[in-house]
């Protein structure tokens, strides 16, 4: 499965960007699918992530300000990222996974995206 990511790019702090994610595959096909962050020397963080059944799960620091969700019409998974930070710059990453072992999001499924960088600064 091949992952391509859009959407990121620079925003000013309290401001607003969505993050696409197409696969190769049908999403339906597709058990778990999650975003991941990573910054320079530190491991990469799960964000939030999203089963085909449409049970989700987001990382406490962005609770109530970051929405994924599942489009199956346009097969593309997005994240909305609202009131961001300066602490929320990194590179994004989309992750996919089959298994049953992928959820609870305890560990990342096999498949990645190329990554795209947000940064939020003034």
């Known amino acids: 499965v091949q992952l391509v990511e859009s959407g990121g790019g620079l925003v000013q702090p309290g401001g607003s960007l969505r993050l696409s994610c197409l696969p190769s595959s049908n999403l339906d096909s597709i058990f778990v699918m999650a975003w991941y962050r990573q910054v320079p020397g530190k491991q990469r963080d799960l964000v939030a992530a999203?089963?085909?059944?449409?049970?989700?799960e987001y990382a406490d620091s962005v609770k109530g300000r970051f929405t994924i969700s599942r489009d199956y019409a346009a097969n593309t998974v997005y994240l909305q990222m609202d009131a961001l930070k300066p602490d929320d710059t990194a590179v994004y990453y989309c992750n996919a996974g089959f298994a049953l072992s992928n959820w609870p999001p305890n560990f990342p499924g096999d498949y990645w995206g190329q990554g795209t960088q947000v940064t939020v600064s003034s």
């Open positions: 999203i089963t085909n059944g449409g049970s989700k």
